[in-house]
Every structure is written in C-alpha cells, then in structure tokens.
C-alpha cells in the first residue's frame, strides 16, 4: 500500500490550498492528514471514518480545513482556507485508524504560508 501526497507550495497568509492525497493498493476506512512544523512535534490535522460517516479535526484546523475523500479515485483532499504562518509545515497523509494510532504514512508535502 502507497499513500501519495501532493499539493504543497507557497501560499501567503490568507491564501488557500488543497492537497492530495492517493492510496494504492487496499481501500482503508480511515485517513488522515498529520503535520510537522520546524523543530515541532508532529500533530494531527484531522481524520474521517468513511465506514461511519465521522470526521474530526484538530482545534487548529477547525473552521479552516476540510478533509474530503472521493471512494472511487482512492483520493482524500485537505482543503486548507485562511492559511496562516503557524501552518508551515510537512504534511502527511495517513491510512488505517487504531484508536488514536495510523499504521500506514505516506511521504510529506511541503506547505509554506509567508507572513
């Protein structure tokens, strides 16, 4: 299984982007997207549940971020508004929930929001 992530770039504060996210291989009931800032612990961004219908999300990407999976191209989005400098960061989409852990990564796409 492959976790594909794409999308990143740079984007002044206020500016939006969306990233990508393809999976190969098996379909999982879970993605996610979680993010690593210079010199910060990684942290999570948000998740959905597609077999429950459930998504949640970080209290910084609340109101902000939408994650969005289309089933049929295997591809869950990140639509990412109002970006501010504090998002700068490696992003990376994750598969396959167990509780608060995810077994599958995929590699990171660089998002830079200038000031």
Do not use: H
């Not at 990143?8 to 990508?20: E, K, N, P, T």
């Not at 109101?63 to 999976?69: A, E, K, M, P």
């Not at 970006?83 to 994750?94: F, G, H, I, R, S």
């Amino acid at each position: 299984v492959q976790l594909q992530a794409s999308g990143g770039g740079l984007v002044q504060a206020g500016g939006s982007l969306r990233l990508s996210c393809v999976a190969s291989g098996r379909t999982f009931g879970s993605y996610g997207w979680f993010r690593q800032a210079p010199g910060k612990e990684r942290e999570f961004v948000g998740g959905l549940t597609w077999t429950r219908g459930s998504i949640d999300y970080a209290d910084s990407a609340k109101g902000r971020f939408t994650i969005s999976l289309d089933e049929a191209k295997k591809t869950m989005y990140l639509q990412m508004n109002s970006l501010k400098p504090e998002d700068t960061a490696v992003y990376y989409c994750v598969a396959a929930r167990i509780g608060s852990s995810w077994s599958s990564w995929g590699q990171g796409t660089l998002v830079t929001v200038s000031s």
